[in-house]
């Protein structure tokens, strides 16, 4: 039995912003639903450490012999799968590009305010130095890559405002990389990626429709929630 409190505390905390993301939708009632979907039927394994090991090979330079080692030290059996297959595709893809991370931004972090009880944390998985400018790249590793325009418009407008405001990012674009699945693939993995540019953060007024609606469908999602497990 789901414990409400614990489904509420899930959708108050989310993990990072493109988790926040995907549960948005232009209307109130399918946000609601899309909340409430998550806090009961969300994924059950965090690839969090798979995302760690990634940095550790753009940051420490870590060879995919060596950042396998570090996959297969993790405890849960379908993240150290899921680990493997991600690791598979995107390391090579950054050996290719000689990423090398900034190592003072390798703990960088900072909190989105998204209503006035959530706060969405938007850490980069690393951060590299491209010419003269400073990138954060942000790896999702999701098997399916099923965010639409709007969705990666609002994720644009969170990286915007919580990291290239700050002022080492003057000037900078954000890079979103994704590995999921090939279709009908049960473990081969692609790296698909695009620039925050190619998708405009939104104007002042959508943002203000957008966190209105969210903390509307939120308050409906936790009622959902207690009506149904409470």
Known sequence: MIDPQKAILKLRRPP?????????RPRRDATALALFNFAINGPRHSLQKVSEIIGFVVFDGLSLEEARKCVSKISNPKVRTYGHEILKAIVPWIKERDLKGVQ???????????????????????????????????VICWAKMDLDRYQKRILSTVIVDAILRLEEFEGSDARVVCVPRYRG???ERFVSDWWISEYPPLSDAEKAELFNRYESALSDAEKMILDNLG
């Open 185 to 187: 693939s049960k473990s």
């Open 16 to 24: 990072a912003a493109h988790n926040w993301v995907k549960s948005l």
């Open 104 to 138: 003072i931004f390798k703990d960088l972090s900072e909190l989105y305010r998204v209503s006035s009880t959530v706060s969405v944390p938007v850490r980069p998985t690393f951060v590299v130095r491209e010419g003269t400018q400073i990138t954060p790249y942000f």
